[in-house]
């Protein structure tokens, strides 16, 4: 493993035998663990995790894919903490500096007429909020969405969702229709985004009003499994829904603050300007912090009613979501993602020349996908393997997420701050997991 300066304090809590028996007794079920046998975190630094015993991890999955500028990185901890001893919470209904000064500097960083914040707590509410804002702003109700996204687990944005493993069998996805979903590596037309946004004319056409509401989609598909729309797909999309009366709503809860490295949103590089973005995981550094932010013109549309909520901008969260945002101009972490992640891909790259078990590798910075295939003609899911390199690479000291429709797809999201040794380590141990399966 890579050198790393940080001894972890040492663990003094219930031993993990008793955190797994409260775990079981007093939390949901709901909830699931990601390893076979629980991996118990008691610190984080940087790129690292560490567990009660004091092992160390590589954090390749970045607290799904939230902690942006690294655990516990100086400066926001700095930041919380000077906040968290002057004001923990107000409310919006009193004038606060961090959330309004927070507020511009975030509108700073979106292109366009983009410059309208609305804070909330989870990416779930941001996109409940993108829901509404679409439909009080064009006066229509129909919703288009893809097949395979992911925008949330309430209701509402459970119904915006493609995949069967998040849906719950409670009434939810009113007015939203969803699109066949543009994935060059599965979908039908390959990467050909034309075709793929043919489907939503007739989708339009034949299971609407005629009168659209919005689009919503991901850039990137993060839980699908860094499924990267197919080219010209997005720009022919917005085009038509925006003829049909909609808005176009991107949600950069995984990929924007630089994660995709080449731009600070994924849409940037899709060529597109969206009229709505929703943001979340990455803009708190883990802090629980989420936005929306729109045009002037289509916040109006919600001005005439009161609509709030307790947390939204919560003073501590917005002052760690200001200091995220200078560490990540300050330190270069969207260049740095752009560099370590070209490194990850074209190494990731060269690893699918020697194992057959690698279908596809994809993805922009940060955000990568390592789609795994019995059989690299048929394509058929290797799920049961990706789950024992997976293990393996654990017990080698590296912590991967994975998704896709089939639970087949290693995701590498890792902090931002992650450097290219680290890269060539996950790379290695991966290379010594496939060999030895
Ligand atoms: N949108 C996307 C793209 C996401 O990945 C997620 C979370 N995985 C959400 C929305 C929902 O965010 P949250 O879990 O904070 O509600």
């Known amino acids: 493993m890579p050198p790393f300066k940080h001894t972890p304090a040492p663990y003094t809590g219930p031993s993990k035998e008793e955190v797994i028996a409260l775990r079981k007794k007093y939390l949901s079920p709901a909830m699931f663990w990601h390893f076979r046998e629980p ?85 779930s509410e941001a996109n409940d909020m ?14 288009i969405t893809l097949r395979n996204g992911y925008h949330g687990m309430s209701p509402e944005t459970m119904g915006l969702c493609g995949q069967h493993t998040w849906k719950q069998p409670i009434p939810q996805g009113f007015g939203v229709r969803h699109a ?60 038509l ?78 002052a760690g979501g200001r200091a995220v945002l200078r560490v990540i101009e300050r330190e270069g972490i969207q260049q740095n993602a752009a560099a370590v992640g070209s490194h990850l891909l074209s190494r990731l790259r060269a690893l699918q020349q020697k194992h057959d078990l690698i279908g596809d590798v994809r993805g922009r910075g940060l955000m990568l996908g390592l789609e795994l295939v019995k059989d690299r003609a048929t394509k058929a899911p290797a799920t049961a393997e990706l789950g024992e390199v997976f293990e393996r690479m654990k017990d080698m000291g590296v912590l991967m997420g994975k998704g896709g429709l089939y639970g087949n797809v290693f995701r590498i999201k890792p902090p931002m701050c992650i450097t290219r040794q680290d890269a060539d380590f996950l790379v290695d141990v991966m290379d010594h997991a496939m060999s030895t399966l």
Not at 281 to 302: D, F, R, W, Y
């Open 130 to 143: 993108a829901l509404m804002l679409a439909r009080a702003y064009t006066g229509n109700y129909d919703m």
């Open 180 to 239: 066949m979903n543009p994935d060059p590596y599965r979908g039908p037309f390959g990467n050909d985004g034309q075709k793929y946004a043919a489907d939503v004319a007739d989708l339009i056409a034949g299971a609407t009003s005629g009168q659209v509401a919005g689009f919503i989609a991901e850039t990137i598909q993060g839980v699908g499994g860094a499924v990267q729309l197919a080219d010209g797909y997005l720009p022919a999309v917005h085009k």
């Open 39 to 123: 991996v118990m975190i008691t610190e984080g630094k940087m790129q690292y995790l560490f567990d009660e015993k004091g092992r160390r991890y590589l954090d390749a999955f970045a607290g799904i894919v939230t902690v942006s500028v690294g655990h516990c990185h100086p400066e926001v901890v700095a930041a919380v903490d000077r906040q968290n001893s002057l004001l923990q919470h107000t409310t919006t209904i009193y004038l606060n500096n961090e959330i309004a000064e927070y507020a511009k500097e975030l509108a700073d960083k979106m292109p366009g007429d983009l410059k309208v914040v609305y804070f909330v707590n989870s990416g």
């Open 241 to 318: 829904v925006r003829e049909h009366g909609g808005v176009c709503i991107a949600d950069e809860v995984q990929t924007g603050f630089g994660r995709t490295g080449s731009a600070f949103w994924g849409f940037q590089n899709a060529g597109v300007m969206p009229d709505i973005v929703t943001m979340a995981k990455g803009i708190g550094n883990g802090l629980p912090l989420a936005a929306v932010v729109t045009t002037p013109e289509i916040a109006a549309s919600l001005a005439k009613r009161i609509h709030f909520n307790t947390f939204g901008g919560n003073p501590v969260c917005s």
